[in-house]
């Protein structure tokens, strides 16, 4: 009798396709593909009524991690070690330390979770409003505050008690260096991009030629709203940025971003919220474009909703649009509300303020409406199928 052939890890892993991780403005769902990821079953809601700002997995455990802010018990982590089923609040969720004469910083909710370093399992780090940093190191249980930047010297400047979002100021996305742990960048929406290079002990700006164009300083030191940044996967020294003014890409060593968003069509313009790498292609990025202009209206130029694709690191860039509506489209998606998976063919997934998800399972050549009439939607992440 011959033998059965055996399925390597990486094949195994494909077959089992894609689970989005949705958060909405009003409790969370759950989204699981079939290996093709031409089908899909919902699972939800989950935390009906809660504000689900962040929706995370941690590849390292497994663990599920959920930012959420529930009404009368306020900010809080839930976490889940069942894939979903059970879930638990943690002991000691993100908070600033407590001071005597009560003009303290209170967490308003936490909006960004990210899983450590691969070699510090149990480690978590999380962003909240007003703008600070937590790290957890007992797998979200319970979370410290990160006194290199929360008790800055430079802090009140980096982060005024007077600026931000309409939703209130943000440290809104932690990024780690895979090749080094100490290695991190934080964005923020008040004083643009940080780097550490002691594993958040200190942290100096990182803006150098992004715009500021609300400032009577157009190119501050700080003072940018970064939306969005993300590192190439393939090099980690290249970074990708979507700032509140425009699109951007900085190859360290060097200090200096290029706006690539200049290349951009000018009846589109460059502003938007997210910018998503490669999963192997260091000069390919995707952005989604919204209209910033006169009262920032904040969706889709001309209600028109597409994605934009830069194959040569920004030189250029393609629409992407087939399978969204034509006209009369006036949504946009949020920080958190566009993703990418790994797969061969790269899936494109994104969530809108109308409620609708939408995926795209060839790199954006065609989008497929998966969901509708869902809460606003805050965050999609896209994670092997859980």
């Not at 031409?38 to 009906?48: A, C, E, I, R, V």
């Not at 979770?113 to 780090?125: D, K, N, R």
């Not at 996967?233 to 425009?246: A, E, K, M, V």
């Not at 360290?252 to 938007?272: Q, S, Y």
């Amino acid at each position: 009798m011959p033998k059965p052939k055996k399925t390597s890890a990486k094949k195994r892993a494909a077959a089992k396709g894609v689970t989005l991780l949705v958060g909405t403005r009003k409790g969370a769902w759950f989204f699981h593909s079939d290996a093709a990821r031409k089908t899909w079953k919902m699972d939800g809601p989950h935390f009906l009524g809660q504000v689900v700002n962040h929706l995370v997995h941690d590849p390292r455990s497994g663990t599920l991690l959920m930012a959420a802010k529930t009404g009368h018990l306020g900010p809080t982590i839930f976490r889940s070690t069942d894939k979903g089923k059970t879930w638990k609040e943690a002991a000691a969720p993100p908070a600033f330390p407590a001071v005597t004469d009560g003009q303290g910083r209170a967490v308003s909710h936490t909006f960004w979770l990210t899983p450590g370093h691969a070699s510090e399992p149990g480690v978590w780090w999380a962003g909240t409003s007003p703008p600070g940093l937590f790290v957890s190191t007992d797998d979200g249980v319970s979370w410290a505050s990160v006194p290199g930047f929360n008790e800055h010297e430079m802090y009140l400047k980096w982060c005024p008690p007077d600026g931000g979002t309409p939703d209130g100021a943000l440290l809104n996305q932690i990024l780690i260096d895979p090749r080094d742990a100490k290695h991190m960048y934080i964005a923020t929406s008040t004083g643009g991009v940080f780097e550490s290079k002691d594993r958040a002990r200190s942290w100096r700006p990182l803006n150098k030629n992004v715009e500021a164009n609300f400032n009577p300083d157009p190119y501050p030191e700080f003072g940018q709203d970064a939306h969005y940044i993300a590192l190439a996967s393939t090099n980690p020294d290249r970074l990708w940025q979507q700032n509140h003014c425009g699109i951007y890409r900085l190859d360290r060593p060097g200090e200096k971003w290029e706006r690539i968003g200049n290349a951009m069509p000018k009846t589109v313009g460059d502003i938007g919220f997210t910018i998503l790498d490669h999963p192997r292609d260091e000069n390919t990025a995707w952005v989604f474009p919204m209209d910033g202009t006169d009262v920032w209206p904040r969706t889709s130029p001309e209600g028109k909703p597409a994605v934009y694709r830069t194959r040569d690191a920004g030189k250029t860039w393609e629409r992407q649009d087939k399978g969204f509506p034509k006209k009369q489209g006036w949504f946009t998606v949020k920080r958190q509300a566009f993703c990418r998976d790994a797969m061969k063919a790269t899936g494109l997934y994104l969530g809108t303020t109308g409620g609708e998800v939408w995926a795209s399972t060839n790199e954006g050549g065609r989008f497929t409406q998966i969901a509708r009439h869902l809460p606003e939607i805050y965050s999609v992440v896209a994670v092997e199928r859980v």
